[in-house]
C-alpha cells in the first residue's frame, strides 16, 4: 500500500453521482407501461420507463446493459440500475395487477396440480442472494477476439448484464414435498415462462423453457421478491424460477410451468440455443447446456484518467455455483498481483461480493485487472477461447482497465 | 408444525402488492423538492415525493412511518419505503448537485483538516448493514400504557420506523489515522449536521450535533452510498455519519464536521433531550444517553384475518450492537413459545434478521408476537416500562398482532 496523500486533488471516480434517484418509475399495474417494448423519450424502453435512465446502457428493447461506473458498492444492486434481457417481448401488465391469483402448474410429482400465488406463500419462505447474469455477460472481448472472417452474434456486453439480487419466495423443495415427492424417474427441473407467444411461429420455436439438472430441486427458489419489493413485471413477476449459481436464461420469467422431467425439453431454447460450442458451428443438444457459472470479476472504480497518488481500486467477484474465495489485483496489466480483501457483508455462496484495495497510482499509465478463485479452486483465465453463441466469458484480460495518472 | 394444507383457499397476507415500483422519484441534483417539506398532492413531503406513497404513513413533514405490511422479505429495506425522522428540515438540494465537493472538517486529530468527499473516497472502502432505527420507534406501546395525567410526547411510531440498510463509504478510523491519529484525552466522537439552523433561535437550542463514545472510533463509517445508491438529500446525503447499532438520532445527516472531542457536545439535541428519564421528569445531561439499540423483534406477516389452515409467520429481529441469536414466536399471546428459524444471509451484527416459521393456524382467534434474544443473552422483555420521551421501545406484547381464522 502506498503513501496516504489525502491533501491530494479531488479527481474523478467514475461518473457523476447524481442525480440520487431513479427515474418516474411507472407501476407495473396501472396500464402505463408499453408491453411492446417500445423505447420512450428517454430511450429506456416502455416497460422499464422507470429505471436509471443515466445508468443503462440500452442496446434494443430487450437488451439493457449496467453502465459499468454505476454498479455501485452495495454489494446489492439497486433494481433501478439493473440490466434486462429477454428472449420475448414480456406478457401484457395485466398479469401483476393481481399477483396472488397468479397460477403455477406443477407437474413431475405424486400429486400434480396447480396452486395460485398465495397457496404457494403459504409453503414457505426463504431468501437468497444470487449473481443474476446474462450468459452472454462479456461476448464483446470474445467478438474483439475472432480471426476475420469468424462471427459471434449477439448482444455486445462487456460487463454490466450482471447484477447481485436478493431474491424471496418458496423453495421448490418445500412445494414438491407437499405435493408428495418427485415422481420416478425425473432427471431434470423444467420451467415454463408464462410470455405471449408471436403468431406465426413454432411454438417450440419461441417458447422460454428450461431444463436444469434435478440436483438444483434443492436450491430452486419460486420468487415472488426482488430486493424486498414485488417482483416487477421487467424481471419476471409476478413469480420467477430462480435457479442459483445458474446463468440467466434459466432463471425462468412470469413462470408458469414447474415441471419434474425424465428429459430436457425439446424447445429450441433449450436443443437448440444457450450450447456451448465452436465458432461457425452448428449447436445441438449434444453439447454442453450453459448452467452453471464460471468464476469471475471485474474492477469498477477507479474507471478514467485522473490524479496520481492514493486510490481505491474496487470491484466484484463471485464463483456462480461455488462461493469465491480470493479475488487478486494487479495494475501493470497482469505482471504482478496483490490480494485485495473483500469488503462487507458476506450474502453466500451464489452472491457476489466486493473488494476494495488502497494502493498507491504513481503518475503513468496504468492497466488495472482482477482475478477471482472460487473456493473449489478454479481461477479465472487470461483469455476465454470464443465459443460460438459468445457464452460464460470469464477471462480476467477482457475488462481491462487502462487509465493515465498525472 | 401443522399439516400442510395446499389446497385451502388464498387469503390475504398482508397489503395487495402492487403497483411494483414506487411512486415517481425526483432526482435531487435538478431542483424539483421543495426543500421546506411542502405536502404534495399524494401527501408526502417534497423531499422525498419519489418515495412509494402507498407503503407510507405520513405523520407529519419530518416523520414518514412505514407501514408493517410493506417490510418485504429481503432483509434489505428498500429506499422508497424507508421512514423518515428529521430533527431540522433538510438543506436545500443544491448540496447534492456536486457530491464530491462536499467538505467535511475532522477535528481532535494530530492533523486536522478539511477534507472534500473526493479525498474521503480515496482513504478507504467499506460497506456495513446496520439497523437504521428512530430512538422513538413503538412509542406509541408506551404512550397507551400511560396512567390518566401522565403524557408522552412525539410521533407515535408502531414498528415502522426503522429499515435495514447496507451502507457503503469510507471507516473513520481510516481517516483518523490518515490524519495523524486522535488528539489526546479524547473520549467521544462528535458530529455535526449540515441543516441550516432556522433563524431566531438559539443555534444551540437547533443544531444536530451528537456525541457517541469513543469506542465507536473502529465501527463508524463515514457513508455516501445507501443500498448502492448516492446517499438521497432526504437519507442525509451527500455524507452521513453511521453509527452501526446506534439509534438513528446518532447517525448525523449531512454531516460536516467530525470531531474527537473529550467531551460530549453541550447542544441541546445531546444534552437535554435523547436522555433516558421517567415520565414527567426533566431531561438532563446527568441521565443516559440514547445510544445503543435494545434487542427488538415484531412480526411482518400475516397482519389481517384469514382462512385457517398452513400459515408462514415471518418477521425482523435485531440487537443492536449486538448480533441477535435466537427468536421465538407465540401464536397465543405469549403463553406458548416456538422457535423461528432466520432465513436468508446474515448481514452482520448490526442488520436485522428475519425469520419464517411454517405452523398451523386453526380456526379462531389468534394473538402473534416474538421474542428475540441477542448474542449477549439479553432477552426482549414483555413490557418496557415507560420513560419520559418515550425511547427504546422493545417490548415483545406492544406489537402483537390480533387476528381471526375462520
Redesign the interface.
Known amino acids: 500500500m502506498g503513501a ?5 486533488a ?4 467514475g461518473p457523476a ?14 396500464g402505463t407501461s408499453d408491453a411492446k417494448g417500445k423505447p420512450d423519450a428517454k430511450g429506456l424502453p416502455g416497460t422499464i420507463a ?1 429505471k436509471d435512465p443515466d445508468a443503462l446502457i440500452v442496446h434494443s428493447n430487450q437488451t439493457v446493459e449496467t453502465k459499468r461506473g454505476f ?11 439493473l440490466f434486462i434481457r429477454n428472449n420475448v417481448a414480456p406478457p401484457p401488465d395485466g398479469i ?6 397468479w397460477r403455477l402448474e406443477i407437474a413431475g410429482v405424486a400429486d400434480p ?1 396447480t ?2 400465488l ?2 404457494l ?9 444470487t449473481v443474476l447474469q446474462c450468459s452472454g455477460n462479456g461476448r464483446k472481448y470474445m467478438q474483439d477476439a475472432l480471426q476475420p472472417g469468424q462471427k459471434i452474434s449477439g448482444t455486445p456486453w462487456t460487463v454490466g448484464a450482471a447484477g447481485c439480487v ?3 419466495g418458496v423453495p421448490l423443495r418445500a412445494v414438491v414435498d ?2 408428495g415427492g418427485p415422481a420416478a424417474g425425473m432427471r431434470f427441473v423444467t420451467g415454463t415462462g408464462g410470455e405471449e407467444l408471436p403468431a406465426g411461429l413454432k411454438p417450440k420455436d419461441v417458447i422460454v423453457e428450461r431444463s436444469v439438472p434435478i440436483a438444483t430441486l434443492d436450491t430452486v427458489l419460486l420468487a ?10 421487467a424481471h419476471g ?1 409476478p413469480l420467477r424460477m430462480i435457479v442459483p449459481g445458474y446463468s440467466g436464461v434459466n432463471n425462468v420469467k412470469y413462470v408458469k410451468t414447474v415441471a419434474l422431467t425424465a428429459v430436457e425439453t425439446d424447445a429450441k431454447i433449450q436443443a437448440a440455443s444457450y450450447r456451448m460450442h465452436g465458432v461457425g458451428e452448428r449447436a445441438g443438444p449434444g453439447q454442453p447446456s450453459i448452467w452453471e457459472q464460471p468464476v469471475r470479476s471485474w474492477i469498477t472504480a477507479p474507471l478514467e484518467d485522473g490524479a496520481a ?4 481500486v ?1 470491484g466484484i467477484a463471485f464463483g456462480g455455483v461455488n462461493a469465491v474465495a480470493r479475488v487478486e489485483v494487479s495494475v501493470d496489466g497482469g505482471r504482478s498481483w496483490s490480494d485485495a480483501p473483500f ?6 455462496r451464489y ?1 457476489w461480493r ?1 473488494f ?1 484495495l ?1 494502493l498507491d497510482l504513481p503518475a503513468g499509465t496504468h492497466v488495472l485487472v482482477s482475478r477471482a478463485t472460487d473456493a473449489a479452486g478454479n481461477v479465472q483465465p487470461e483469455e476465454t477461447p470464443p465459443n460460438g453463441g459468445g457464452y460464460s466469458y470469464n477471462g480476467w484480460r477482457g475488462p481491462a482497465v487502462s487509465l493515465r495518472t498525472a
Not at 496516504?4 to 491530494?8: K, L, T
Open positions: 496516504v496523500g489525502v491533501a491530494s479531488a479527481r474523478a471516480q453521482a447524481d442525480p440520487a434517484r431513479p427515474a418516474p418509475p411507472k407501476p407495473d399495474a396501472k422507470w454498479i455501485g458498492s452495495g454489494i446489492v444492486t439497486p433494481i433501478g440500475r401483476v395487477a393481481d399477483r396472488d391469483a396440480r396452486l395460485t398465495a397457496e406463500k403459504r409453503l414457505g419462505l426463504a431468501s437468497v442472494a436478493i431474491w424471496s407437499a405435493l415472488w421478491e426482488m430486493n424486498g419489493e414485488p417482483l416487477p413485471l413477476g497518488g492514493r486510490a481505491v474496487t469488503i462487507g457483508p458476506d450474502l453466500g452472491a466486493q476494495a488502497a
